[in-house]
């Protein structure tokens, strides 16, 4: 332990590379300093040296994003449980962090409690996630309620931004009490001028097996964002996180439907990272996109080499 409130043993880019505990997180440093001294979650939020939102005008945003697990989505690729080991995945946050072009971090309260406690959010852009209620599989995954950071919660920690999942099916009640209460978060953020990212999707279950799946045709991908854009009393502090269309040619009119500023998130891009890089440098020319949130495509690429995928990554912008 360095000092009060941050936990030592390395540095974020000590050049840790790969795999497992290798990353270089000693959780029991972390349990004990949260065990007899769990006010030093917000003392470390209270002196995190801050940054804006966008570092310059022309300035493009990569914000890493964790917050599958807060949902109950643990799974990359063929791997169910990838997510779960913790100090595995805040080792392979740092490392993310530590690269040149990375400007935060998207995840639920515990993750980033840990990297505050870790000293690695100092100077980056932090986004809490809202809402983890529709737990991943579940009967109610619709009915995706606000169970995460509140708009007072990231006021108090001194944190950057929020972020709200909208994922809506015509044949779900659920999706109104979402729609709802995402409405009421975007009001509360543009009170605070706090920004918020909002991730809309239509989406509809396979009547075979239940799953949820997203529609991302660019009818779909549009009705979404002119549903998001539309949240709220007032847009002044919302963001839109959007996915890339099946088809990236249709982008362009798909963005067309918001002035609303942009991210992309990454998704699950599967084996064929350098296609995802593809669609995602297209997509990055067109005018609202502002940058990309990108999460397990990052932190566990296919070859293993979290800081390799991650430059790729940052070289887009």
């Not at 697990?69 to 080991?85: I, K, T």
């Not at 660019?218 to 009393?233: K, P, R």
């Not at 998704?267 to 064929?272: H, L, N, Q």
């Not at 020319?285 to 070859?303: I, K, M």
Request: aromatic share 4%.
């Amino acid at each position: 332990m360095t000092r009060a409130g941050r936990v030592g043993g390395s540095s974020p880019g000590n050049g840790l590379a790969r795999g497992g505990r290798d990353f270089g997180v000693d959780p029991l440093k972390l349990v004990r300093l949260r065990a007899h001294h769990p006010e030093a979650v917000a003392e470390a939020a209270a002196r995190r040296p801050r940054r804006p939102l966008i570092a310059h005008e022309a300035g493009r945003l990569l914000i890493v994003a964790a917050d599958h697990p807060a949902r109950g989505a643990l799974a990359v690729g063929e791997r169910p449980f990838a997510m779960a080991d913790r100090a595995d995945l805040l080792g392979r946050l740092c490392l993310a962090l530590s690269r040149p072009g990375v400007d935060g971090v998207l995840a639920a309260a515990d993750i980033l409690d840990d990297l505050l406690l870790l000293g690695a959010l100092d100077g980056k852009v932090v986004l809490g996630s809202m809402n983890r209620g529709g737990l991943a599989g579940a009967s109610f995954e619709l009915d995706d309620r606000f169970t995460g950071h509140r708009p007072a919660d990231l006021r108090r920690l001194r944190f950057d931004a929020g972020k709200l999942l909208l994922r809506i099916d015509y044949d779900d009640p659920g999706s109104l009490r979402t729609m709802e209460s995402a409405a009421r978060a975007v009001d509360e953020m543009a009170e605070l001028r706090l920004p918020v990212f909002v991730e809309p999707f239509l989406c509809r279950r396979d009547p075979a097996s239940g799953t949820l799946r997203s529609d991302l045709g660019a009818e779909a991908v549009t009705t979404s964002i002119a549903i998001a854009s539309g949240l709220g009393g007032s847009s002044a502090y919302t963001w839109l996180k959007v996915p890339v269309t099946d088809h990236p040619d249709d982008m362009a009119r798909v963005m067309a439907t918001s002035t609303l500023p942009a991210v992309l998130l990454g998704g699950d891009v599967g084996d064929d990272q350098d296609a995802a890089y593809e669609k995602w440098r297209h997509a990055l020319q067109l005018p609202t996109v502002q940058g990309l949130v990108v999460g397990r495509s990052l932190l566990y690429p296919a070859d293993g080499d979290v800081a390799a995928a991650v430059d790729s990554a940052a070289s887009l912008l």
